[in-house]
């Protein structure tokens, strides 16, 4: 887990973030490295939303800097994080119920149909767009969802989760930040879930996991960063922690100085 040398793909420093009186986060640094699975845990009002939305354009930082490959980078919204290659995941999913699953695939970014000038006209090019949709389905094993035409109402949760996980990945270029993505699920979906994060992780996407579900956690992340009171507490490796430690420096029973002296 050593990243001596390796520059991370996105990283912030000294990030400050406070709405009105309240800090949310404050002095907080965020490192992201090439390939890995990093989850971000901590306790409730911690300010793990908020690094994240400022990570992803959702909130503009008071203070502080962000650098994408090792460049500075200001996000004025999310899409201005998207264009650059951030790719956000939030529990509400951002999918449209009524429609198929290929049409959320592209929403926002529909392929249009060019003129015999190659000029772009008002039609969606309907065709390809559930070419490419079915395509990316299935790189990323997510064939069980036969029918690309089917309404994403119909569809369970961890299906929809997929979806939603499947469109970012598909788009995102760099960065995949995925929010609780199994907070809602069931045991067999939170599984498929998770092993399509392990896939998009082995595509060479690196992932941020915001997760208060501790076994997810620990499965699957390669390096946890801890949130505590605005900040970011430390970084650990969840092969050389136990849960309940984990656990125990991000509520403050135990301090990061204790659990080195322990080791
Ligand atoms: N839009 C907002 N307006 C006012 N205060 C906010 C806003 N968003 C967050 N806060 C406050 O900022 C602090 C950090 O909140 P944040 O949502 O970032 O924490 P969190 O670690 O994600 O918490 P949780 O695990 O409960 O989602 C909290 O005290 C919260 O009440």
């Not at 400050?16 to 800090?23: D, T, W």
């Not at 997510?142 to 970012?168: C, F, K, P, Y």
Request: glycine fraction near 8%; include cysteine; hydrophobic fraction near 45%.
């Amino acid at each position: 887990m050593s990243h001596l040398g390796t520059q991370p793909v996105l990283r912030a420093r000294n990030l400050r973030k406070s709405y009105g009186r309240v800090v949310a986060i404050d002095n907080a640094d965020f490192d992201l490295y090439p390939g890995e699975i990093l989850a971000v845990i901590g306790d409730n009002g911690a300010g793990k939303s908020t690094l994240i939305k400022a990570l992803s354009g959702a909130v503009t930082p008071d203070a502080g800097e962000i650098l994408l490959d090792g460049k500075p980078v200001s996000f004025a919204n999310p899409q201005a994080a998207r264009d650059a290659g951030i790719e956000t995941v939030y529990q509400q999913l951002a999918l449209s119920p009524a429609l198929s699953i290929a049409d959320n695939m592209f929403l926002g970014r529909e392929i249009r149909r060019t003129g015999p000038l190659g000029q772009w006209l008002r039609m969606l090019d309907k065709p390809k767009m559930r070419k490419i949709a079915r395509e990316k389905l299935s790189e990323l094993g997510l064939m069980t969802i036969q029918n690309i035409d089917q309404a994403v109402e119909t569809l369970s949760g961890g299906q929809r989760q997929g979806v939603a996980v499947a469109r970012a990945a598909a788009f995102g270029s760099k960065v995949l930040i995925l929010d609780e993505p199994t907070a809602a699920l069931g045991v067999k979906e939170s599984r498929k879930v998770l092993d399509l994060i392990l896939e998009v992780r082995s595509r060479g996407l690196p992932i941020v996991l915001i997760s208060h579900n501790m076994p997810h956690v620990f499965e699957i992340a390669d390096r946890i960063h801890i949130h505590r009171l605005s900040k970011r507490l430390c970084v650990v490796d969840p092969k050389s922690i136990s849960m309940s430690d984990a656990v125990a420096l991000m509520t403050g029973a135990k301090t990061p100085e204790a659990e080195m002296m322990a080791a």
